[in-house]
Protein backbone atom coordinates (compact mmCIF):
# COMPACT_ATOMS: atom_id res chain seq x y z
CA UNK A 1 0.00 0.00 0.00
CA UNK A 2 0.99 3.32 -0.33
CA UNK A 3 1.36 5.47 2.65
CA UNK A 4 3.81 8.50 3.73
CA UNK A 5 4.66 8.41 7.63
CA UNK A 6 5.85 11.46 9.45
CA UNK A 7 6.56 10.31 12.87
CA UNK A 8 6.87 13.26 14.91
CA UNK A 9 3.81 14.63 15.65
CA UNK A 10 5.12 18.02 17.32
CA UNK A 11 8.14 19.19 17.77
CA UNK A 12 9.90 22.16 18.95
CA UNK A 13 13.40 23.97 18.95
CA UNK A 14 14.96 26.50 19.61
CA UNK A 15 15.25 29.67 17.42
CA UNK A 16 19.03 29.40 15.45
CA UNK A 17 19.03 25.30 16.46
CA UNK A 18 19.07 23.08 13.61
CA UNK A 19 15.80 21.12 12.09
CA UNK A 20 14.84 17.77 11.10
CA UNK A 21 11.50 16.11 10.04
CA UNK A 22 11.34 12.93 9.43
CA UNK A 23 9.43 11.70 6.62
CA UNK A 24 9.21 7.34 5.66
CA UNK A 25 7.36 6.85 2.09
CA UNK A 26 5.79 3.85 0.62
CA UNK A 27 5.61 3.59 -2.66
CA UNK A 28 5.59 0.36 -5.33
CA UNK A 29 6.96 2.77 -8.01
CA UNK A 30 9.70 5.41 -8.32
CA UNK A 31 8.19 8.29 -6.20
CA UNK A 32 7.54 11.74 -6.22
CA UNK A 33 8.65 13.36 -3.28
CA UNK A 34 7.23 16.73 -1.58
CA UNK A 35 7.41 18.71 1.19
CA UNK A 36 5.01 21.88 2.06
CA UNK A 37 4.35 23.98 4.56
CA UNK A 38 1.14 25.24 6.01
CA UNK A 39 0.30 28.19 8.48
CA UNK A 40 -3.10 28.24 9.96
CA UNK A 41 -6.05 28.89 7.91
CA UNK A 42 -3.73 28.92 5.00
CA UNK A 43 -3.14 26.81 2.03
CA UNK A 44 0.14 24.45 1.30
CA UNK A 45 3.23 26.11 -0.22
CA UNK A 46 6.05 24.17 -1.28
CA UNK A 47 9.13 23.94 0.10
CA UNK A 48 11.19 21.43 -2.01
CA UNK A 49 10.34 18.23 -4.40
CA UNK A 50 12.11 15.40 -5.59
CA UNK A 51 11.37 13.64 -8.98
CA UNK A 52 15.26 12.79 -10.30
CA UNK A 53 19.08 13.16 -10.17
CA UNK A 54 20.67 15.13 -7.43
CA UNK A 55 19.12 13.17 -4.75
CA UNK A 56 20.02 16.14 -1.94
CA UNK A 57 17.43 18.85 -2.87
CA UNK A 58 17.63 22.86 -2.44
CA UNK A 59 14.22 24.36 -1.52
CA UNK A 60 12.93 27.90 -0.43
CA UNK A 61 13.49 29.63 2.89
CA UNK A 62 17.01 27.41 3.74
CA UNK A 63 15.58 24.19 3.42
CA UNK A 64 16.87 20.83 2.13
CA UNK A 65 15.96 17.37 1.67
CA UNK A 66 17.97 13.85 0.73
CA UNK A 67 15.95 11.40 -0.65
CA UNK A 68 17.79 7.86 0.68
CA UNK A 69 15.81 5.10 -1.39
CA UNK A 70 17.62 2.51 0.33
CA UNK A 71 15.76 3.52 3.73
CA UNK A 72 12.69 5.11 1.60
CA UNK A 73 12.89 8.57 3.40
CA UNK A 74 13.06 12.24 2.32
CA UNK A 75 13.88 14.05 5.56
CA UNK A 76 13.61 17.60 5.67
CA UNK A 77 16.60 19.93 6.87
CA UNK A 78 16.96 23.32 8.21
CA UNK A 79 20.88 24.49 9.72
CA UNK A 80 18.90 27.19 11.58
CA UNK A 81 15.77 27.53 12.58
CA UNK A 82 14.04 30.99 12.28
CA UNK A 83 11.06 32.10 14.56
CA UNK A 84 8.96 31.84 11.24
CA UNK A 85 9.31 28.99 10.51
CA UNK A 86 6.78 27.74 12.98
CA UNK A 87 3.99 25.86 11.19
CA UNK A 88 3.08 22.36 9.69
CA UNK A 89 4.54 20.79 7.69
CA UNK A 90 3.66 17.80 4.82
CA UNK A 91 5.55 15.31 3.28
CA UNK A 92 3.79 14.06 0.28
CA UNK A 93 4.55 11.15 -2.52
CA UNK A 94 3.19 11.11 -6.17
CA UNK A 95 3.83 8.66 -8.46
CA UNK A 96 3.32 10.36 -11.58
CA UNK A 97 2.86 14.03 -13.63
CA UNK A 98 -0.11 14.96 -12.32
CA UNK A 99 -1.26 12.24 -10.50
CA UNK A 100 -2.53 12.49 -6.83
CA UNK A 101 -0.41 13.31 -3.93
CA UNK A 102 -0.42 10.94 -0.50
CA UNK A 103 0.09 13.50 2.37
CA UNK A 104 1.53 12.31 5.38
CA UNK A 105 0.12 13.28 8.44
CA UNK A 106 2.03 16.39 9.31
CA UNK A 107 4.59 17.71 11.69
CA UNK A 108 3.90 20.98 13.99
CA UNK A 109 7.00 22.90 14.23
CA UNK A 110 7.18 25.38 17.61
CA UNK A 111 10.29 27.41 17.87
CA UNK A 112 10.80 28.79 21.05
CA UNK A 113 13.05 32.12 21.73
CA UNK B 1 3.93 26.91 -10.67
CA UNK B 2 0.53 28.00 -11.30
CA UNK B 3 -1.50 30.63 -9.37
CA UNK B 4 -4.26 29.42 -7.89
CA UNK B 5 -7.59 31.61 -6.61
CA UNK B 6 -9.94 29.90 -4.39
CA UNK B 7 -13.03 31.20 -3.12
CA UNK B 8 -14.66 31.93 -0.95
CA UNK B 9 -11.93 32.02 1.86
CA UNK B 10 -14.57 31.31 4.56
CA UNK B 11 -18.59 31.09 4.67
CA UNK B 12 -20.65 30.02 7.16
CA UNK B 13 -24.32 28.78 5.86
CA UNK B 14 -27.17 26.76 7.41
CA UNK B 15 -27.81 23.21 7.63
CA UNK B 16 -29.53 22.09 4.59
CA UNK B 17 -28.30 24.71 2.20
CA UNK B 18 -26.08 24.11 -0.39
CA UNK B 19 -22.44 26.08 -0.70
CA UNK B 20 -20.41 26.52 -3.79
CA UNK B 21 -16.45 26.51 -3.53
CA UNK B 22 -14.45 27.80 -6.74
CA UNK B 23 -10.92 27.06 -7.61
CA UNK B 24 -9.68 29.02 -10.72
CA UNK B 25 -6.30 27.95 -12.34
CA UNK B 26 -4.97 32.28 -13.21
CA UNK B 27 -2.47 31.57 -15.46
CA UNK B 28 -2.13 27.54 -16.47
CA UNK B 29 -4.71 25.44 -18.17
CA UNK B 30 -5.70 22.65 -15.97
CA UNK B 31 -6.59 19.61 -16.66
CA UNK B 32 -6.68 18.24 -13.73
CA UNK B 33 -7.34 19.55 -10.20
CA UNK B 34 -8.23 18.00 -6.76
CA UNK B 35 -10.02 18.87 -3.73
CA UNK B 36 -8.85 18.25 -0.55
CA UNK B 37 -10.50 18.07 2.92
CA UNK B 38 -8.43 19.07 5.97
CA UNK B 39 -9.98 18.65 9.81
CA UNK B 40 -7.96 20.41 12.74
CA UNK B 41 -4.97 19.76 13.28
CA UNK B 42 -4.98 16.78 10.58
CA UNK B 43 -3.49 16.02 7.88
CA UNK B 44 -4.89 16.62 3.79
CA UNK B 45 -7.51 14.02 2.72
CA UNK B 46 -8.09 13.68 -0.89
CA UNK B 47 -11.55 13.83 -1.73
CA UNK B 48 -11.88 13.75 -5.74
CA UNK B 49 -9.21 14.47 -8.66
CA UNK B 50 -11.43 17.09 -11.40
CA UNK B 51 -10.79 16.49 -14.71
CA UNK B 52 -11.81 19.20 -17.13
CA UNK B 53 -14.52 17.79 -19.43
CA UNK B 54 -15.36 14.56 -17.82
CA UNK B 55 -16.46 13.43 -14.55
CA UNK B 56 -14.58 13.29 -11.00
CA UNK B 57 -13.15 10.87 -9.65
CA UNK B 58 -13.89 10.39 -6.12
CA UNK B 59 -11.78 8.62 -3.83
CA UNK B 60 -13.44 5.71 -1.73
CA UNK B 61 -15.97 7.04 1.26
CA UNK B 62 -16.57 10.29 -0.77
CA UNK B 63 -19.99 10.60 -1.36
CA UNK B 64 -20.67 12.29 -4.84
CA UNK B 65 -24.24 13.20 -4.77
CA UNK B 66 -23.01 15.18 -1.88
CA UNK B 67 -19.75 16.62 -3.22
CA UNK B 68 -20.45 17.68 -6.91
CA UNK B 69 -17.66 18.65 -8.71
CA UNK B 70 -17.82 20.53 -11.94
CA UNK B 71 -14.41 21.45 -13.90
CA UNK B 72 -16.18 22.80 -17.24
CA UNK B 73 -12.81 24.96 -18.16
CA UNK B 74 -9.23 24.79 -18.09
CA UNK B 75 -9.65 27.78 -15.30
CA UNK B 76 -12.21 26.76 -13.40
CA UNK B 77 -13.36 23.86 -11.26
CA UNK B 78 -15.92 24.29 -8.51
CA UNK B 79 -17.44 21.81 -5.66
CA UNK B 80 -20.11 22.06 -4.38
CA UNK B 81 -21.27 20.67 -0.88
CA UNK B 82 -25.10 20.03 -0.77
CA UNK B 83 -27.85 20.04 1.58
CA UNK B 84 -25.03 20.76 4.04
CA UNK B 85 -24.60 19.50 7.92
CA UNK B 86 -22.98 20.74 10.78
CA UNK B 87 -20.76 17.71 10.02
CA UNK B 88 -19.36 18.98 6.88
CA UNK B 89 -18.09 22.12 8.38
CA UNK B 90 -14.08 21.57 7.43
CA UNK B 91 -11.64 23.31 5.60
CA UNK B 92 -11.63 22.75 1.94
CA UNK B 93 -8.73 23.24 -0.33
CA UNK B 94 -8.39 22.70 -4.07
CA UNK B 95 -4.84 22.04 -5.94
CA UNK B 96 -3.45 22.55 -9.39
CA UNK B 97 -1.72 19.62 -11.43
CA UNK B 98 0.81 22.20 -13.29
CA UNK B 99 3.59 21.51 -15.31
CA UNK B 100 6.88 19.85 -13.80
CA UNK B 101 5.39 18.09 -11.33
CA UNK B 102 4.43 21.07 -9.80
CA UNK B 103 1.31 21.43 -7.74
CA UNK B 104 0.26 24.30 -6.68
CA UNK B 105 -2.51 24.42 -3.85
CA UNK B 106 -5.27 27.20 -3.23
CA UNK B 107 -5.29 29.30 -0.27
CA UNK B 108 -8.69 27.03 1.59
CA UNK B 109 -11.89 27.43 2.60
CA UNK B 110 -13.09 27.29 5.41
CA UNK B 111 -16.84 25.99 5.50
CA UNK B 112 -19.14 26.29 8.75
CA UNK B 113 -22.55 24.97 8.81
CA UNK B 114 -24.86 26.59 11.52
Known amino acids: AQSVTQPDIHITVSEGASLELRCNYS??????LFWYVQSPGQGLQLLLK??????LVQGIKGFEAEFKRSQSSFNLRKPSVHWSDAAEYFCAVGGNQGGKLIFGQGTELSVKP | GAVVSQHPSWVICKSGTSVKIECRSLDFQATTMFWYRQFPKQSLMLMAT?????????EQGVEKDKFLINHASLTLSTLTVTSAHPEDSSFYIC??????????FGSGTRLTVV
Open chain 1, 27 to 32: YGATPY
Open chain 2, 50 to 58: SNEGSKATY
Open chain 1, 50 to 55: YFSGDT
Open chain 2, 95 to 104: SVAGSNYGYT
